[in-house]
Nanobody
Framework: QVQLVQSGGGLVQPGGSLRLSCVAS????????IAWYRQGPGKLREDREL??????????VYADSVKGRFSLSGDRAKNTGYLQMNSLKPEDTGVYYC???????????????WGQGTQVTVSS
């Protein structure tokens, strides 16, 4: 069964950069959508904020709070998505989750999957 495995994150000073990775492991036919959510300190799961997403061949969409600083990219051959985060601010602190709609075979309907989350802390 496909899983999303995240890496990256950590502690960075304000103004610094980090890159998060999200790998779809297992049998993957197609990833229709990939998104990144942020769960701030003390926030509940249902309060996760959509940071960025991209669907099919459409342009990426970013939250106003990260526009111009964060960018999505991917390596289709590696079934991997990336979230590049530049000019980080303390308010970017939180647990970041990737979320994707994944088809395991051509016949399957897409299945929505979450990664395990990775902590990003922006502090001096």
């Amino acid at each position: 069964q496909v899983q999303l495995v995240q890496s990256g994150g950590g502690l960075v000073q304000p103004g610094g950069s980090l890159r998060l990775s999200c790998v779809a492991s297992g049998t993957v036919n197609r990833i229709n959508m990939i998104a990144w959510y942020r769960q701030g300190p003390g926030k509940l799961r249902e309060d996760r904020e959509l940071v960025a997403s991209i669907t099919g061949g459409r342009a990426a969409v970013y939250a106003d709070s990260v526009k111009g600083r964060f960018s999505l990219s991917g390596d289709r051959a590696k079934n991997t998505g990336y979230l590049q985060m530049n000019s980080l601010k303390p308010e970017d602190t939180g647990v970041y989750y990737c979320n994707a709609d994944v088809k395991e075979t051509w016949f399957d309907l897409p299945r929505n999957i979450w990664g395990q989350g990775t902590q990003v802390t922006v502090s001096s």
